[in-house]
């Protein structure tokens, strides 16, 4: 039997924080995000060239300090989207990847500044690029620097794991009628607010014409299967 061929050629995978934190909720799972990069391996050894945007939820979530200047919040999210970047790029250099980590605030310490033509020549070159600090603006989500990052690499799909297995019309925690869609467009997204990502990000995806795929990671192969163009959850084109 001849081996399944990748869907996409390069894609965008939006991780979120909480993704890797696991059943802990705060801080990193290492077992959990070692399965996580197993599955991105997987992808990178059958031709995919990957971007990653990470989260940092599970450190900080700045909107949730009221008391906080919003900006100083959001660099504090910033710092904390870089913290899981590296992280993810050690556990995926253990695998075997190479991997560039960039940041949208200078680090060069620890990191590459962002450029978007490096992190194409990284691509060319079979490595994993992944984008910390967000879009480098406070006001601004990791949802919209996924969105942005997208559309910047040429990237074919943005890939976001979620911890539910599609869009639905409502909370499928909170609600058992909740209906789930298997495909709709960027227009529906916001014209009925679903909540996807924030309406800066998916209108930055309608503009772009950017498909997305929401799918579960709570089986991680989902990433895996997804960029083979297997149907994990729900298409928006």
């Known amino acids: 039997m001849a081996e399944r061929q990748p869907k996409y050629k390069r894609v965008l995978l939006k991780l979120s924080g909480e993704a890797l934190a696991g059943d802990k909720k705060m801080g990193l799972d290492i077992p959990v995000v070692t399965e ?3 599955s991105i391996k ?22 949730s300090s009221e008391s906080m200047d919003r900006v100083r919040a959001d660099h504090i ?6 913290m899981n970047a590296l992280a993810v790029a050690d556990v995926l250099e253990g695998l075997g990847c190479e991997v560039r980590v960039q940041t949208a605030i200078d680090m060069k310490q620890i990191a590459e500044p962002y450029i978007r033509q490096r992190a194409i020549r990284h691509f060319e070159k079979g490595r994993i690029v992944i984008f910390g600090c967000g879009t480098g603006s406070p006001f601004f989500s990791t949802d919209s620097a996924a ?6 690499i040429n990237a074919d799909i943005l890939l976001k794991a979620t911890m539910v297995d599609g869009i639905y019309d409502k909370d499928p925690h909170k609600f058992e009628d909740a209906v ?6 960027h227009q529906e997204i916001l014209v009925h607010s679903l909540k996807v990502m924030d309406s ?9 014409r950017t498909p997305i795929l929401v799918f579960d990671l709570n089986r991680p192969d989902n990433i895996y299967d997804a960029v083979m163009g297997e149907q994990v959850g729900t298409v928006v084109s």
Not at 77 to 82: E, F, K, N, R, S
Request: glycine share 14%; net charge positive; with cysteine.
């Open 42 to 63: 997987k992808c990178a050894d059958a031709g995919v060239q990957i971007g990653i945007v990470v989260g940092g939820g599970n450190y900080w979530r700045g909107r």
């Open 36 to 38: 996580i990069c197993k």
């Open 147 to 152: 969105a942005l990052r997208a559309a910047e």
């Open 77 to 82: 999210g910033m710092l904390a989207t870089t």
């Open 200 to 208: 800066a990000a998916a209108a930055m995806c309608n503009e772009n």
């Open 180 to 185: 789930k869609f298997d495909h709709l467009s």
